[in-house]
T-cell receptor
C-alpha cells in the first residue's frame, strides 16, 4: 500500500502549555495540506488546512505553519487541554483528491 | 448536516471469506475515498470514486475492489480474506468547494 512512515513519534506536554507538532511532506507539487486529529476508536477529524499560497493560517487555538522551502508543516496548539490528547496526522494533497498521510504523532497531555 | 456514516462498525470474518463494507458520504459530496489503517502501516490509500467512476487507486491487490452508486454511496469488497487484512477501514467524502476530506468512524475488520 501507499503510505508514509511506520513509527509513531510521541509528544508529552503539560496541560496549559503550547504544543508544536511537526511534519515533513514529500511532494513539492502538493498544493493543499491538512491536519487531522484521531482519537481512539474514531475516524480522523479535520482540524485545519492551508493552501500552498499561504504560510500561516490560524483557527481556534490552532495555527498551521507551512514552509515550502524545506517542505515542512507544523501544527501549534495553544493552551493544550486533556481533550487534545490524540494522534495527529498531517496530510498532503496532490492531484485528483489523492491524499497522502504522514505517520502521525501521538500527543499526550499531562494534567 | 449528517456526517459520513459507515456500516457495519465491527466485523469478524475467517480467512478465505469475503466482506462488503458500506459508506454513505455527506450530502452533496460526490467523491468518496477509502483507506486502510493498521498500527504497522498507518493510513494507506485504497481507492477513490467520483461520479461512479474509480478515479484513483492505491497499491493494493485485486482482492480489494469498490464501487459507487448514483447516490454517491460507496461499497468496498475484500475477497479471499487474509489475516493481514485485519484493520480499520475508513471512508472519507470530499467537500467539492473546499477539497476537505471528512472521515467516517470506520469499520473494524478482524480476520481470524
Amino acid at each position: 500500500g501507499e503510505s508514509v512512515g511506520l513509527h509513531l513519534p510521541t509528544l508529552s506536554v503539560q496541560e496549559g502549555d503550547n504544543s508544536i507538532i511537526n511534519c515533513a511532506y514529500s511532494n513539492s507539487a502538493s498544493d493543499y495540506f491538512i491536519w487531522y486529529k484521531q482519537e481512539s476508536g474514531k475516524g480522523p477529524q479535520f482540524i485545519i488546512d492551508i493552501r500552498s499560497n499561504m504560510d500561516k493560517r490560524q483557527g481556534q487555538r490552532v495555527t498551521v505553519l507551512l514552509n515550502k522551502t524545506v517542505k515542512h508543516l507544523s501544527l501549534q496548539i495553544a493552551a493544550t487541554q486533556p481533550g487534545d490528547s490524540a494522534v495527529y496526522f498531517c496530510a498532503e494533497k496532490t492531484s485528483y483528491d489523492k491524499v497522502i498521510f504522514g505517520p502521525g504523532t501521538s500527543l499526550s497531555v499531562i494534567p | 448536516k449528517a456526517g459520513v456514516t459507515q456500516t457495519p462498525r465491527y466485523l469478524i470474518k475467517t480467512r478465505g471469506q469475503q466482506v462488503t463494507l458500506s459508506c454513505s458520504p455527506i450530502s452533496g459530496h460526490r467523491s468518496v475515498s477509502w483507506y486502510q489503517q493498521t498500527p504497522g502501516q498507518g493510513l494507506q490509500f485504497l481507492f477513490e470514486y467520483f461520479s461512479e467512476t474509480q478515479r484513483n487507486k492505491g497499491n493494493f491487490p485485486g482482492r480489494f475492489s469498490g464501487r459507487q452508486f448514483s447516490n454517491s454511496r460507496s461499497e468496498m469488497n475484500v475477497s479471499t480474506l487474509e489475516l493481514g487484512d485485519s484493520a480499520l477501514y475508513l471512508c472519507a467524502s470530499t467537500n467539492p468547494t473546499t477539497d476537505t476530506q471528512y472521515f467516517g468512524p470506520g469499520t473494524r475488520l478482524t480476520v481470524l
